[in-house]
């Protein structure tokens, strides 16, 4: 697996990662030719070699003609989808803008539709973040742990006036990201690098075991008492002790990762049963990450349920427009929330009665948990005459064994 680490020591921001992308040896004449396709008035990049305190690296700058255009999510977004960027540039890309309009939309009280950009919509920023990802993709990056990031001190001027570091929007994406105590007056985290820390890093601490192969480094603009540098250390996962013993390279993947949804919730004490069963069937189909209810008392002593939906951002509005139809809802919260996530992979096991279909867990000390299909094991319950909890705990077992047999060394 391809690791790229973002060693923080300065912080992070938009033109940090893209120059330390480039240095580190992304085309940078195939990032301009994604960024002309975006159809931004005049923008060009340019490139040069800088030194801060003795350090050499690459300082990316964008020129571009003057405009006072606020853009919308919906903006970007098309401007992304209506260019030459491979499938997986643009969902890089989009990923970043999604966290910073949730951020933007948190710190105004407004929605993500409504959220104005003002300095992360400029020409500059949208160049920053789209080449970025253009540079992810051209390294062949497959996985991005990051430092604990350092915001900086003091205050910094934005469209709504002076605000305290971090700024607004970057404090908020930097909810669950480890931070760096670093004493120095300025910004050291931009909005923009810090929705590329929360959007894309899966990971944080310390340089994970991989062997290196490349090494960028991106200059920041500004100057300060530390060479003022973001750099980019990019190469493939080294084998664990457990891979090399079990002979299982895709031991690599099995990190948990924390990853971004929205909960969608309401409260309902005028809907049948029947109608709610309904309407959580639909929520399912529609590719609901879980769905849940749960007895709540309400007003006038009514006896009600919270309706719990948690999903992909992507499929908040589609999820919502299920439960306004299916319930009797005037009214749905939306809840960013973070989560972390075990790594799971499927896998069969042998039993006396056929293959029998499950999933393992892999908890962060290493241990898994296998878990067997229950639409299996009902099957081969119903098939075979046994009782469905003989059909569980006989899989679960044999998983056990066909486990352990597996790490005994050679």
Known sequence: MRIAYLDCASGISGDMTLGALVDAGADLAAIQAGIDSLGLPGCRLVSREVKKLGFRATQISVE?????????????????????????????AKRIFQKLAEAEAKVHGTTVEKVHFHEVGAVDSIADIVGSAIGFDLLGIERIVCSPVPTGRGFVEIAHGLCSIPAPATGELLRDV???????????????????????????????????????????????????????????????????????????????????????????????????????????????????ITAIQMKKG????????????????????????????????????????????????????????GKVAYLPNGVERFSPEYEDCRRIAMEHGVRLAEVISTTTEAFCIAAKRCQEPM
């Open 178 to 292: 480890p931070l760096a105590a670093r004493d120095v007056e300025g910004e050291l985290t931009t909005p923009t690098g810090a929705a590329i820390v929360a959007a894309l890093a899966v990971e944080f601490g310390p340089l994970p075991a991989m062997t290196v192969e490349r090494i960028g480094y991106g200059a920041g603009q500004k100057d300060f008492e530390h060479p003022n540098l973001l750099r980019i250390l990019v190469g493939e996962a080294a084998l664990s002790a457990e891979s090399l013993w079990t002979g299982r390279t895709d031991a690599l993947d099995l990190h948990p990762r924390i990853e971004s949804i929205l909960l969608l919730e309401t409260n309902l004490d005028n809907i049948t049963g029947e109608c709610l069963g309904h309407a959580i069937d639909c929520l399912w189909a529609a590719g609901a990450l879980d769905v849940s």
């Open 64 to 92: 571009h003609e003057p405009e006072l255009t606020h853009r919308h999510l919906h903006h970007i977004t098309a401007m992304i989808e209506g260019s030459v960027l491979a499938p997986l540039q643009q969902k890089l």
């Open 302 to 357: 009514r006896p009600g349920v919270l309706l719990s939906v948690q999903c992909d951002p992507s499929h908040a509005d589609a999820l919502e427009v299920i439960v306004f139809s299916e319930t009797t809802t005037l009214g749905v919260r939306r809840v960013p929330v973070m989560r972390k996530v075990l790594a799971r992979q499927q896998q069969e096991v042998q039993t006396p009665w056929g293959d029998i279909r």
